[in-house]
């Protein structure tokens, strides 16, 4: 159980941690709850199977404590039983019909847990209960994957002897031998093999047991599969071998085995990477390159992109295998597919900075590496230590001699790369963790040194970009608050919007702290960039939904057109179908007045909606009331639009009154639009308006013969025929009272009841009647007429107008006489 504060518990649960029986006896005597849930919703039989005391246990069932009672993970009594390996706790529950194969909230039975606790009595005792011993949890692991995880040899030969299959395949179709390989269960491995366990089988990624027990260093399994004579060069999805994952992961006495067994050190993935380029990347792969080196690995083997293991160790910081590489022939002059050189163009002081290898970097300078060097593209070792937040790199270059606005061939300094720098996360996963607290803070120290060095924060790239653009695209809050501090020639850059303004860039690519820095920051919000777009229209379009409420709520304008399309915010989110950014705009006050609003084509939002198919943007604009028949300069509407496009669901789309478009258009009777959703759009005949009426009862009521006729074509479903709305009528009712002849013979041919009444009690007869009053007469004289022709003269004949007189409230009934007598 977890553990909770034993004050916080009933007075029954603790007296059962103290396993005091009289206690409990006296509490359950004196009526206490013993089904009581705690804050985790565990019953006091959950603790008592937990403690495995069967006496106690036997006093609760025996006062009504329900065995199968679920706390909040859907463990039951039995599940911590098992996990607390209590035998007789199990035998117990079971003997009182505790159901065997409960799961809790992650699909595990009790045997799930007695295989991972090592509860091998408790799993013997279950076993014969079970409906399968390869019942899978919610990652589709049996118990033996569990035994098998735990490396109990015991409970694993138990499944074994059992039944349960040794090749059983979990979500990722790992087998319980890979998990056995994997942490380094060696009997456990030989238990499933030596009952056909395949120890060559597959995961989802193609690893084998052995690429998991050589990535793992477990040297005395893949010693075991060695001599087994697995296939040691198989490679997985990626073509990487075991021993690729070796070298990857720095398992130097696995490289040994493996390379002494025979395995081919030149191997390559199917992006070109041998076991050296791997070892190359390995911040402890230098054990593993020394030896694939003394044993005839090719150093200057390139993979797909043009780069030899030297590129990837310079690229990394690792000083010490670049150099072996090199005493080994590496060649520092070798280009990669990019026209980049290991050593020349990016020198190894560019790696250490890159990496943020200060003592390599140190190194380097004490050793008389040359500041000025550039790449390929111009970036010095500042560069590289600038766009990755290195503060410690950056001061020791500055402190070297450095230039700190030195620019590359495309006109970025150092501060533009700070400025830049995502090395820490913003405002997502693991955003609060310690170590992307701490980048952010050296990120923010690398750039406030810089300012404070000299490095010029108006300075442009040659497309016109400042710092303050590149802190604004990289959402850089804390580094765009510093950059405005600094320079009051920086606010002059926030206003600009040649090519484009910092707003621009914040909003298109969702970054809303720094949009939010940006509106306090601004006189006005509404500038727009060369196609006349606000920052509004980029957040909209791109669906960031808290960046347009930002906007919003610092009384950004939505009523702004673009130059070209004539787009409002409004039309850039219906059209993307942004349905958070939709919602937002149409709640604004006046947002009435953009509703509608046409581009220069004449569309509305709502038409760009149904030509994306965007359903849920269709819904919120008709909720709002916008315009569903306004046609663009074609003559389209936006309803032709979804029509034509076979978009059921905006066909099908309804109103603020539950009126779909062919109701709205049955209602109207508007024929041809009626004939085009029937022929065109397949509309759904059965939807209702908030009074229970279909389009037939519209269609019918507004006396539209034509139109209901129409529909009575195209319906299939019968039921729709005697369909009733709120006032218990069916469209035969609401036919002929209209006097729809022609309908009502349709509708009559169809099987419409023509018994049946409405809330007034009138059948369909008598909703002929001009008003209720006409009607009850009619009923009255009905009731007095012969069913029968005039020759049959037995008057006790029951009247079958009997039903109608009773449904229209009247009391009458006939005398001997013949006349009628009210009651």
Same mark, same amino acid.
């Given at each position: 159980?977890?553990?909770?504060?034993?004050?916080?518990?009933?007075?029954?649960?603790?007296?059962?941690?103290?396993?005091?029986?009289?206690?409990?006896?006296?509490?359950?005597?004196?009526?206490?709850?013993?089904?009581?849930?705690?804050?985790?919703?565990?019953?006091?039989?959950?603790?008592?199977?937990?403690?495995?005391?069967?006496?106690?246990?036997?006093?609760?069932?025996?006062?009504?404590?329900?065995?199968?009672?679920?706390?909040?993970?859907?463990?039951?009594?039995?599940?911590?039983?098992?996990?607390?390996?209590?035998?007789?706790?199990?035998?117990?529950?079971?003997?009182?019909?505790?159901?065997?194969?409960?799961?809790?909230?992650?699909?595990?039975?009790?045997?799930?847990?007695?295989?991972?606790?090592?509860?091998?009595?408790?799993?013997?005792?279950?076993?014969?209960?079970?409906?399968?011993?390869?019942?899978?949890?919610?990652?589709?692991?049996?118990?033996?994957?569990?035994?098998?995880?735990?490396?109990?040899?015991?409970?694993?030969?138990?499944?074994?002897?059992?039944?349960?299959?040794?090749?059983?395949?979990?979500?990722?179709?790992?087998?319980?031998?890979?998990?056995?390989?994997?942490?380094?269960?060696? +009997?456990?491995?030989?238990?499933?093999?030596?009952?056909?366990?395949?120890?060559?089988?597959?995961?989802?990624?193609?690893?084998?047991?052995?690429?998991?027990?050589?990535?793992?260093?477990?040297?005395?399994?893949?010693?075991?599969?060695?001599?087994?004579?697995?296939?040691?060069?198989?490679?997985?999805?990626?073509?990487?071998?075991?021993?690729?994952?070796?070298?990857?992961?720095?398992?130097?006495?696995?490289?040994?085995?493996?390379?002494?067994?025979?395995?081919? *050190?030149?191997?390559?993935?199917?992006?070109?990477?041998?076991?050296?380029?791997?070892?190359?990347?390995?911040?402890?792969?230098?054990?593993?390159?020394?030896?694939? *080196?003394?044993?005839?690995?090719?150093?200057?083997?390139?993979?797909?992109?043009?780069?030899?293991?030297?590129? *990837?160790?310079?690229?990394?910081?690792?000083?010490?295998?670049?150099?072996?590489?090199?005493?080994?022939?590496?060649?520092? +002059?070798?280009?990669?597919?990019?026209?980049?050189?290991?050593?020349?163009?990016?020198?190894?002081?560019?790696?250490?900075?890159?990496?943020?290898?200060?003592?390599?970097?140190?190194?380097?300078?004490?050793?008389?590496?040359?500041?000025?060097?550039?790449?390929?593209?111009?970036?010095?070792?500042?560069?590289?230590?600038?766009?990755?937040?290195?503060?410690?790199?950056?001061?020791?270059?500055?402190?070297?001699?450095?230039?700190?606005?030195?620019?590359?061939?495309?006109?970025?300094?150092?501060?533009?790369?700070?400025?830049?720098?995502?090395?820490?996360?913003?405002?997502?996963?693991?955003?609060?963790?310690?170590?992307?607290?701490?980048?952010?803070?050296?990120?923010?120290?690398?750039?406030?040194?810089?300012?404070?060095?000299?490095?010029?924060?108006?300075?442009?790239?040659?497309?016109?970009?400042?710092?303050?653009?590149?802190?604004?695209?990289?959402?850089?809050?804390?580094?765009?608050?510093?950059?405005?501090?600094?320079?009051?020639?920086?606010?002059?850059?926030?206003?600009?919007?040649?090519?484009?303004?910092?707003?621009?860039?914040?909003?298109?690519?969702?970054?809303?702290?720094?949009?939010?820095?940006?509106?306090?920051?601004?006189?006005?919000?509404?500038?727009?960039?060369?196609?006349?777009?606000?920052?509004?229209?980029?957040?909209?379009?791109?669906?960031?939904?808290?960046?347009?409420?930002?906007?919003?709520?610092?009384?950004?304008?939505?009523?702004?057109?673009?130059?070209?399309?004539?787009?409002?915010?409004?039309?850039?989110?219906?059209?993307?179908?942004?349905? +958070?950014?939709?919602?937002?705009?149409?709640?604004?006050?006046?947002?009435?007045?953009?509703?509608?609003?046409?581009?220069?084509?004449?569309?509305?939002?709502?038409?760009?909606?149904?030509?994306?198919?965007?359903?849920?943007?269709?819904?919120?604009?008709?909720?709002?009331?916008?315009?569903?028949?306004?046609?663009?300069?074609?003559?389209?509407?936006?309803?032709?639009?979804?029509?034509?496009?076979?978009?059921?669901?905006?066909?099908?789309?309804?109103?603020?009154?539950?009126?779909?478009?062919?109701?709205?258009?049955?209602?109207?009777?508007?024929?041809?639009?009626?004939?085009?959703?029937?022929?065109?759009?397949?509309?759904?005949?059965?939807?209702?308006?908030?009074?229970?009426?279909?389009?037939?009862?519209?269609?019918?009521?507004?006396?539209?013969?034509?139109?209901?006729?129409?529909?009575?074509?195209?319906?299939?479903?019968?039921?729709?025929?005697?369909?009733?709305?709120?006032?218990?009528?069916?469209?035969?009712?609401?036919?002929?009272?209209?006097?729809?002849?022609?309908?009502?013979?349709?509708?009559?041919?169809?099987?419409?009841?023509?018994?049946?009444?409405?809330?007034?009690?009138?059948?369909?007869?008598?909703?002929?009647?001009?008003?209720?009053?006409?009607?009850?007469?009619?009923?009255?004289?009905?009731?007095?007429?012969?069913?029968?022709?005039?020759?049959?003269?037995?008057?006790?004949?029951?009247?079958?107008?009997?039903?109608?007189?009773?449904?229209?409230?009247?009391?009458?009934?006939?005398?001997?006489?013949?006349?009628?007598?009210?009651?």
């Amino acid at each position: 159980m977890e553990l909770r504060n034993i004050k916080d518990q009933s007075p029954l649960v603790q007296a059962i941690f103290s396993q005091n029986t009289e206690d409990v006896k006296f509490l359950l005597d004196h009526n206490e709850d013993v089904n009581a849930k705690d804050q985790e919703h565990s019953t006091p039989l959950h603790a008592a199977a937990y403690l495995g005391n069967v006496h106690i246990m036997e006093m609760l069932i025996s006062s009504g404590a329900k065995v199968n009672a679920k706390d909040q993970g859907m463990l039951t009594p039995l599940h911590r039983a098992a996990a607390s390996r209590n035998e007789r706790a199990v035998e117990l529950l079971l003997k009182h019909k505790a159901e065997v194969n409960p799961r809790d909230k992650f699909w595990q039975t009790p045997l799930h847990m007695a295989a991972a606790n090592w509860a091998t009595s408790c799993a013997a005792t279950l076993i014969p209960h079970v409906c399968s011993l390869d019942v899978a949890d919610k990652s589709g692991r049996t118990p033996l994957h569990h035994a098998a995880h735990s490396g109990h040899a015991e409970m694993v030969n138990l499944f074994l002897r059992k039944g349960a299959s040794a090749n059983a395949n979990d979500k990722k179709e790992r087998q319980p031998i890979h998990w056995a390989a994997h942490l380094g269960h060696l +009997d456990v491995v030989k238990l499933l093999v030596s009952h056909t366990a395949d120890v060559m089988c597959k995961d989802k990624r193609g690893y084998t047991p052995l690429h998991v027990a050589a990535a793992s260093g477990q040297i005395d399994v893949v010693k075991f599969l060695m001599r087994l004579k697995v296939e040691m060069n198989e490679p997985n999805i990626f073509g990487n071998t075991a021993l690729h994952m070796a070298c990857q992961m720095g398992q130097d006495i696995v490289v040994t085995e493996l390379v002494n067994r025979g395995a081919n *050190v030149n191997q390559p993935s199917y992006h070109g990477n041998t076991p050296l380029h791997l070892a190359a990347t390995s911040s402890s792969g230098v054990l593993c390159l020394e030896l694939l *080196v003394s044993s005839g690995a090719d150093v200057n083997m390139q993979n797909k992109e043009g780069k030899s293991p030297l590129h *990837v160790a310079a690229r990394h910081g690792h000083f010490t295998g670049s150099q072996i590489l090199i005493q080994n022939g590496g060649e520092v +002059d070798c280009v990669d597919m990019n026209g980049n050189t290991p050593l020349h163009g990016r020198t190894c002081l560019h790696a250490a900075a890159s990496g943020g290898n200060v003592e390599c970097l140190n190194l380097l300078l004490s050793s008389g590496a040359k500041l000025g060097i550039k790449d390929n593209l111009g970036r010095s070792a500042l560069h590289y230590a600038a766009a990755n937040g290195n503060s410690q790199c950056t001061i020791s270059l500055v402190r070297a001699g450095s230039e700190v606005n030195e620019a590359d061939l495309t006109g970025c300094s150092p501060l533009h790369y700070a400025a830049a720098s995502h090395t820490f996360c913003r405002e997502g996963a693991n955003y609060e963790t310690n170590l992307s607290i701490e980048k952010e803070q050296e990120a923010f120290l690398c750039l406030d040194y810089l300012l404070d060095n000299g490095a010029n924060p108006i300075l442009k790239n040659s497309r016109g970009y400042s710092a303050v653009h590149y802190a604004a695209a990289y959402g850089n809050k804390q580094h765009l608050e510093l950059l405005l501090e600094i320079s009051f020639n920086c606010l002059e850059e926030v206003e600009s919007n040649i090519p484009v303004s910092p707003l621009h860039l914040a909003a298109h690519y969702g970054h809303c702290e720094a949009l939010h820095l940006l509106c306090e920051t601004l006189v006005s919000l509404d500038v727009r960039d060369i196609k006349g777009q606000t920052a509004l229209h980029l957040a909209a379009q791109r669906g960031f939904s808290r960046c347009v409420e930002v906007l919003l709520e610092h009384q950004a304008s939505y009523t702004l057109k673009d130059h070209k399309k004539k787009w409002t915010a409004l039309h850039a989110a219906a059209a993307e179908g942004q349905v +958070d950014c939709v919602l937002l705009l149409v709640n604004r006050e006046q947002s009435a007045d953009m509703l509608d609003s046409q581009d220069a084509l004449g569309q509305t939002p709502l038409m760009l909606a149904a030509l994306g198919h965007h359903n849920d943007c269709v819904h919120i604009l008709l909720e709002k009331k916008a315009k569903a028949d306004s046609a663009d300069k074609q003559g389209f509407t936006a309803l032709h639009r979804a029509a034509v496009l076979g978009s059921e669901d905006c066909v099908n789309a309804v109103d603020q009154s539950g009126c779909s478009a062919l109701m709205v258009a049955a209602d109207s009777g508007q024929t041809a639009a009626v004939e085009f959703l029937l022929h065109k759009a397949r509309p759904d005949l059965t939807l209702v308006d908030v009074n229970n009426n279909t389009a037939l009862h519209l269609a019918c009521s507004k006396g539209h013969e034509m139109c209901a006729l129409m529909i009575l074509g195209e319906l299939t479903d019968s039921s729709l025929i005697n369909a009733r709305n709120n006032a218990l009528q069916m469209p035969l009712h609401i036919a002929a009272r209209k006097g729809l002849a022609t309908v009502v013979q349709v509708l009559l041919s169809r099987g419409a009841a023509v018994m049946a009444v409405d809330e007034d009690g009138h059948t369909p007869a008598l909703a002929c009647a001009p008003n209720k009053n006409v009607a009850d007469c009619l009923a009255l004289i009905l009731s007095t007429m012969k069913p029968y022709s005039p020759r049959e003269t037995d008057t006790s004949t029951t009247s079958h107008f009997g039903p109608i007189l009773k449904n229209c409230g009247i009391a009458a009934a006939c005398g001997s006489s013949g006349k009628l007598c009210h009651a």
